[in-house]
């Protein structure tokens, strides 16, 4: 496949943009990844039926990533056409407590909007650099707040550019889960249910929230968040520290000092690295008390 003239044969018939074997470490909060073949970086709804519809048409298999905040790809890169819903998608609607967004608008931006117009509800969402349909699939939360609990709608189309909504009794979601998780979706906007607040008291509580994170998380590192999801009844960071495995590493990728349950990429980490990493955690933390910890980065792509 010539992926050069395939993007630029797409390209042509979008607003947004293609990119023919790019690197997906320059779009993943990692900054590790192989190419992909064909990434596409949708501005419209109609730029996301067009890429499906190419995809339908060279028989290419299709992959879907928001901000690229929660996930590795695996240093082989991915093969077909990657969606990569961030940035563009990212019009807003307000009508008295709801906001109607699309799916590429980013979380932090989406709680300063909030703030200004004086609803409280995204708060916990201002430190997290994911977009709203990444968020939404994985139900990202934190400070004992989770979006789903906001959710009221979700507009998505099928990889064959079938639209299919959801209201929120047709929704389901879990800790990091969501019933519109492995559904071969592309969601395209969400309603949103807030509440009014003073703006001093939502302002109180972001600040309050991200000087905690900067406290307790190494922001200042390339990482993807969480690692393991927590294990019930545990923390795993607080498992990963007490198997004495803070500042463990693997070339690059690191077990974080400031928090055992984030890896850092300390400048050329790999795929490969922060995956046998994982494992070393897994096998370690399984051995010393019993526990199974499972990622909450989602892997996609194949290996180099």
Not at 21 to 43: C, F, N, S, Y
Not at 221 to 241: C, D, K, Q
Request: charged share 20%; glycine share 12%; hydrophobic share 45%.
């Amino acid at each position: 496949m010539d992926w050069t003239k395939l993007a630029q044969e797409l390209g042509q018939k979008i607003k947004g943009q293609v990119l023919p074997r790019e690197l997906m470490k320059e779009h993943t909060t990692w900054r590790v990844g192989g190419p992909a073949d064909l990434l596409l970086i949708p501005q419209t709804e109609a730029d996301v039926i067009q890429g499906l519809d190419y995809a339908g048409k060279y028989g290419l298999p299709v992959t879907v990533i928001g901000n690229g905040s929660n996930i590795l790809v695996r240093d082989g890169g991915i093969r077909g056409l990657t969606l990569k819903i961030a940035g563009g998608l990212a019009a807003y609607k307000v009508k008295g407590n709801k906001i109607e967004a699309g799916a590429g608008i980013l979380l932090p931006h989406l709680a300063r909007l909030a703030f200004r117009l004086e609803l409280s509800g995204l708060e916990f969402a201002l430190g997290i650099p994911a977009s709203l349909g990444g968020a939404l699939a994985m139900n990202a939360g934190a400070f004992g707040q989770q979006l789903g609990d906001l959710v009221r709608e979700v507009q998505a189309v099928d990889f064959h550019g079938a639209r299919k909504v959801w209201d929120h009794a047709r929704l389901s979601f879990g800790y990091r889960r969501s019933s519109l998780q492995g559904e071969n979706l592309i969601i395209l906007k969400a309603v949103l249910l807030l509440n009014p607040a003073q703006a001093a008291s939502i302002a109180e509580r972001m600040e309050h929230n991200l000087a905690s994170r900067r406290k307790s998380q190494p922001l200042d590192m390339p990482t993807a968040g969480s690692v393991f999801r927590n294990p019930p009844g545990h923390y795993a960071g607080r498992l990963i520290e007490m198997a004495g495995l803070k500042g463990s590493s693997v070339g690059d990728a690191q077990v974080s000092w400031k928090h055992a349950n984030f890896i850092v990429n300390r400048g050329h980490a790999t795929a490969s690295q922060i995956i046998a990493l994982m494992e070393i955690i897994q096998e370690r933390v399984k051995n010393k008390f019993g526990v199974s910890l499972k990622p909450e980065v989602r892997l996609v792509g194949e290996e180099g």
